[in-house]
């Protein structure tokens, strides 16, 4: 058969038609150029010192790489996570999932196992019971995507952990991010779920 067969000439014309002028990919080429030679002024090493402290509503956090710190890591959000003796963090979720490396103290981790179903739109529900992760140092700690989560310190210690995130799943526009309950202490700084 011949392939002319299945071209409609209406087709042909109406893709051609006149729509807004744009140079979308010659900016493109231009902020890749722009980006890279921005890119070689970034930072490689990242000093103790550099890294800033934050209340955040999960706890006292310190920030070690984060999209906002002029570093060449341009996927991964990095902070070290201070659970005081005792204490816990609030509980969050996210689309990303989450991977921990335990310095010091130990303690649990509550993960709300999450289901969903995707109809007309996506429906999320989470388990009422929270699975139980025990970790002390020099454990890894895996939270999957979307997964409700809460540590806890049971040692004597301040529990220093390690916490990394994708920004992926944001810069594909999958930014679901949300602090269901903040660590007691640092209600003023939460910023509750939208829904």
């Not at 299945?6 to 002028?21: C, L, M, N, S, Y």
């Not at 744009?22 to 890279?36: C, E, P, T």
């Not at 991977?99 to 010091?104: L, N, Q, R, T």
Request: aromatic share 12%.
């Amino acid at each position: 058969m011949d392939s002319q067969t299945f071209v409609d000439a209406i087709e042909r014309q109406r893709a051609k038609q006149a729509g807004p002028e744009v140079s979308f990919y010659k900016d493109a080429l231009r902020a890749s150029q722009d980006f890279r030679k921005e890119y070689e002024q970034r930072l490689n090493v990242v000093k103790a010192n550099q890294m800033p402290m934050e209340r955040s509503a999960d706890g006292l956090i310190k920030h070690i790489i984060n999209e906002r710190m002029d570093t060449k890591e341009c996927c991964i959000d990095i902070y070290m996570q201070f659970i005081a003796a005792g204490g816990a963090t609030g509980t969050s979720r996210h689309l990303t999932e989450e991977i921990a490396f335990v310095i010091e103290g130990s303690g649990y981790d509550h993960h709300y196992d999450v289901q969903f179903e995707c109809n007309v739109e996506f429906e999320w529900t989470w388990d009422t019971t929270p699975k139980k992760y025990e970790w002390g140092p020099g454990d890894f700690i895996y939270v999957p995507p979307y997964v409700a989560h809460k540590r806890f310190n049971t040692s004597d210690v301040e529990a220093r952990v390690i916490v990394c995130n994708s920004r992926v799943m944001k810069a594909i526009g999958l930014d679901w991010f949300d602090q269901l309950e903040p660590a007691e202490g640092f209600e003023d700084v939460w910023v509750p779920p939208a829904d």
